[in-house]
């Protein structure tokens, strides 16, 4: 008989990591084994409030109930059959996710960055299919500092230099404009534009809000000049801001809006480019495609998650605790907190800098059980699950608080 095997500290998993995995990432110095709802735990049974999660895509906790109970139901009866043939679960799920929000049609993808990909194809198409764009000539319009995702034509209009620096030459036919500038925006527009695509609130760039006017400036920007508004909804979507989507802050519904993260319930990737049937509509049988998108599995999960959405719980949880979050935040500003953004139950603080750079608060408060994520130099963004208690979220605040008035 073998000797059973002996467990893994976390600092061996670590160092077992470095010479066989990637360096994509520069991880915080956990590694979890469970969770549940808000928490999670480690190898070493450390519990941990999760102030991140997954970057919104566990918008509603990690496990809840009503999507694992989806995913088992599921996974014990159809996993995949590719579009090839039909699946009795895509119907539904694509009825249920334009329905929700107020749009007609579906293309269901995996990732975020696919969903950007499928949204730029389709501007582009019906450009020249609808608007009469002469062929090739198609432009994107896009803002500074945007995140769309990584693939090599998203990373060509970042304008963040370490995302694109090295992986040149990039697709043309954008163009990048200030964000948050309609007059810009104005003049980058003309007629060869197919869209105009913008993260309704930008979150990687630190959960930056535009002014309130800007998306209605942009909606009526778009219909005017006869192109179309894409709202890349990927992290802002879903619940994260007090609202089923972050435009209807200003009561605007985009021609395709872009989801995915919380979509796939933080079980497996769903996204989707939900919109008009007179802008989704030009594509056709061949044109494109994808092996695992809209599979089974995927379509019991997001229609699970619409139907969590379809309450309104979730939008109203991320409202109320939102105040909590803003009225813990005002009272750490002056007090190692320099200023910070918050829509719904989503900030951006900007920590003063003498105090330590984002990575090493996040540091600090993984000591104190609190996981956060930096963004930009001294800047962490605050996204707890839509299920965190009012209680947990003043503990985080607090804990926040309290390895800010420490010093370096
Ligand atoms: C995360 C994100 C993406 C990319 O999603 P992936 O699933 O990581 O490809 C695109 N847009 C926004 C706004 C995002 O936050």
């Known amino acids: 008989m073998t000797a059973p095997a002996r ?218 000049a006869g192109c179309l508004f894409v709202a890349d909804e990927i992290q802002s979507g879903l619940g994260r801001t007090g609202r089923t989507l972050a435009v209807e802050h200003e009561g605007v519904l985009p021609d395709l809006v872009l989801l995915g993260k919380a979509l796939g319930g933080g079980i497996v990737p769903v996204s989707a480019v939900v919109g008009r049937r007179d802008v989704l509509g030009v594509l056709r049988p061949g044109e494109h495609g994808s092996t695992f998108g809209g599979n089974p599995l995927a379509a019991a999960v997001g229609a699970a998650v619409v139907d969590l959405l379809e309450t309104g719980e979730f939008q109203r949880r991320a409202t109320e605790l939102g105040v909590v979050l803003r009225e813990g935040l005002e009272a750490l500003v002056g007090k190692g907190v320099v200023g910070f953004r918050a829509r719904g139950l989503w900030a951006g603080v900007d920590v003063d800098p003498a105090l330590g750079t984002g990575r090493t608060i996040g540091e600090r408060l993984l000591h104190e059980g609190v996981l956060v994520k930096d963004t930009h130099g001294a800047t962490i963004r605050l996204a707890p699950p839509l299920t965190v208690t009012a209680d947990e979220l003043g503990d985080a605040l607090q804990a926040l608080g309290k390895v800010l008035g420490r010093e370096g």
């Open 7 to 224: 467990a893994h500290t976390s600092a061996e998993l670590i160092r077992a990591e470095e010479p066989v995995l990637a360096h994509t990432y520069h991880p915080l110095p956990v590694v979890i084994a469970r969770a549940e709802g808000a928490w999670v735990e480690d190898v070493e049974g450390r519990r941990y409030l999760d102030m991140l999660a997954g970057y919104s895509a566990l918008n509603f906790g990690h496990r809840h109930p009503a999507l694992i109970e989806a995913a088992h139901r599921q996974l014990d009866r159809l996993t995949l059959t590719s579009r090839a043939f039909h699946n009795d679960r895509l119907a539904g799920f694509a009825e249920g996710l334009a329905a929700l929000t107020g749009l007609d049609m579906v293309l269901p993808m995996n990732t975020g960055a696919e969903a950007v990909e499928s949204a730029v194809k389709v501007a582009r198409k019906w450009a020249y299919e609808v608007k009469g764009v002469p062929d090739g000539r198609a432009t994107v319009v896009v803002a500074e500092n945007n995140f769309h995702g990584r693939t090599t034509t998203i990373v060509g209009f970042s304008t963040d230099p370490v995302a694109r620096g090295g992986f040149g030459p990039f697709t043309p036919g954008f163009r990048v404009v200030p964000y948050n500038d309609l007059a810009a925006l104005e003049r980058a527009v003309d007629d060869t534009t197919a869209a105009v695509l913008i993260e309704p609130v930008q979150g990687e760039a630190g959960v930056i809000v535009p002014d309130d006017g800007y998306l209605r400036g942009v909606r009526e920007l778009t219909r005017r």
